[in-house]
């Protein structure tokens, strides 16, 4: 039976090659990588064979070991696929649920990621080969490692495809794991500022003496622990590893078991009452406009991943800034601009998201002043939000009330500097997005030039805008702050100009090219 899941396994492997040929070619290109990346990895393990401090070398195959682990549980949790083995396919065989729990986690054995994983343990086992006892204690090490790895990801891949079943569970995941990136960033930027040789080393050892004795480290330190002489810490880790693999057995037996009598979860439909923001918003094209873009906003996941996203973007920004030095009073002059700008350039290309819906503006002959001022007033109400809060909110920490003009005139510029800009853009140049329904973190497939293009038109439109109010509250911070109140007036001044301009020669685009934004949909 074992034997047959390995040949269904290695047939859907062969099938991924019947796909179309840029698919097969990106199949191709991952797989190169992959492998060589491995073969990168192996030769450097080889290489630490040659290195006299067992410590450090014991640290550093700890700490790399189980984030390799950690990376295992996760990834398939958060960025789970459709799982091709999922245990409820085989519901119908009447097969044990210890058959088919051997049956499939021996099928885990055949893929890229096993055979990468099996290289590169392949090369802890060279690093310690520095006597019998070690070698032969690296061998069965990481036979537990590569057992632990790949039985740990067929229960997080089973348990995505059974709890994510529904499309809003798998797009909130995704987001969870866009944030994860997110917060590993910092961390990344950190660890390269690190000074290693001195309190770096400290911190790396304090690390993987803790990780050892966890499940997720203590496979990868028992070859170590042996080579330093500590041969009995290196059994206990060793008793460790080999409880967890089989805990995690007895986990993936119960799930299976857990799956083959469970249906799969369907998404609940949820009931609303009355008409929701076209209740509230005022009547007219362009107040349904504003309701329709207000309900997308909160409902659309193509629309709130991307809000959630806006906050983090400052986070990118200061974090490395201050590790690299900067004072703590610039940097808290980035996130408010920092936010408006990117709530600005959020609209740039907002008509492809209507998809073929936008049938409905040409054939209504909605006026384009209207169709532009309504999907504008979402974002208006959210940016004048950021503003008013964040610099007064800003100001309060920096207690210095003299720099919130130039905050409001910076941020205002940025806001509506980006909206008029992309008044513009949507109608005249639109490029083709994820289709509605869709998950959010889909590639469409446009041209990357125009795309490129648009983005980077609308973004640079914005801060050469904002670039007055910029230098003249630049002047007020370092020179007299008298230039704040030239700043706040050139911020809003141009903003509010740049603005009403985009709205108005918008609108007169979305009047003549209806049938061309049609088109450019239904291509799409």
């Known amino acids: 039976m074992v034997a047959q899941f390995l040949r269904l396994k290695l047939r859907l492997l062969a099938n991924i090659f019947r796909r179309s040929t840029w698919q097969v070619v990106g199949i191709v290109v991952g797989l190169v990588y992959g492998l ?10 080889v290489g630490l064979r040659l290195v006299d401090d067992v410590a450090i070398v014991r640290d550093v ?6 984030a390799t682990v950690i990376g295992f549980i996760v990834l398939p949790l958060v960025f789970g696929s459709e799982d091709t083995m999922d245990p409820r396919r085989f519901a119908f065989f009447a097969l044990p649920d210890r058959t088919l729990a051997l049956g499939l986690a021996v099928a885990a054995l055949i893929g890229i990621p096993a055979l990468v994983l099996g290289i590169v343990l392949l090369g802890t086992v060279v ?3 520095r006597g019998f006892a070690e070698t032969l204690l690296a061998i069965l090490s990481a036979a537990l490692a590569f ?3 790949l039985l740990i990801a067929r229960v997080t891949t089973s348990l995505a495809s059974f709890l994510l079943a529904t499309r809003r569970s798998r797009e909130v995941m995704g987001v969870v794991g866009l944030l994860l990136i997110v917060m590993a960033a910092p961390i990344v930027v950190g660890l390269a500022t690190l000074d290693w040789a001195n309190s770096g080393l400290t911190l790396l050892g304090d690390f993987a003496d803790v990780l050892g004795w966890t ?6 330190a028992v070859p170590g622990d042996a080579a330093e002489g ?10 460790i590893a080999a409880a967890t693999l089989w805990v995690i057995w007895l986990a993936w037996r119960a799930l299976v078991a857990k799956m083959l009598v469970t249906p799969g979860r369907e998404a609940s439909s949820r009931s609303y009452r009355g008409l929701g923001w076209f209740d509230r918003m005022p009547q007219g094209a362009t107040g349904a406009i504003a309701a329709r873009g ?3 906003w909160f409902r659309d996941a193509r629309y709130w991943v991307s809000f959630v996203m806006v906050p983090i973007a400052p986070l990118l920004v200061m974090i490395p800034l201050a590790l690299a030095g900067v004072p703590q009073f610039y940097l808290w002059l980035i996130p408010v601009p920092l936010v408006c700008l990117f709530l600005g350039w959020s609209l740039h290309n907002d008509i492809a998201y209507d998809s073929t819906a936008i049938w409905l503006h040409v054939a209504s002959g909605v006026r384009g002043t209207s169709d532009r001022v309504g999907r504008l007033i979402p974002v208006l109400i959210a940016g004048i939000v950021v503003i008013g809060l964040g610099s007064a909110v800003t100001v309060f920490i920096l207690n210095d009330w003299r720099l919130l003009p130039s905050l409001l005139g910076v941020s205002t510029a940025l806001l509506l500097g980006g909206l008029g800009i992309g008044s513009i853009t949507s109608a005249r140049l639109p490029y083709p997005v994820v289709k509605p329904g869709d998950s959010p973190f889909q590639q469409p497939q446009s041209s990357g030039t125009i795309t ?13 805008i904002a670039l007055p109010a910029g230098v003249f509250g630049a002047f007020g911070l370092f020179v007299d702050p008298a230039w704040h109140a030239a700043s706040f007036a050139a911020g809003v001044g141009l903003g509010v100009l740049v603005l009403a301009f985009g709205v108005w020669y918008g609108g007169r685009v979305f009047a003549a090219r209806g049938p061309e934004m049609l088109a450019a949909a239904l291509r799409a």
């Open 230 to 239: 500590q041969w009995g810490a290196s059994i206990l880790k060793f008793l």
């Open 36 to 45: 060589g990346l491995a073969a990168l990895l192996f030769f450097a393990l």
């Open 127 to 129: 690093t310690w080969s």
């Open 61 to 66: 195959l700890i700490v790399a070991g189980s």
């Open 147 to 149: 057992g632990t790895c």
């Open 215 to 220: 499940p997720l480290g203590a496979a990868f």
């Open 452 to 464: 490129a293009l648009v983005q980077t038109l609308a973004m640079f439109g914005a801060l050469l």
């Open 294 to 296: 207000i309900t997308y």
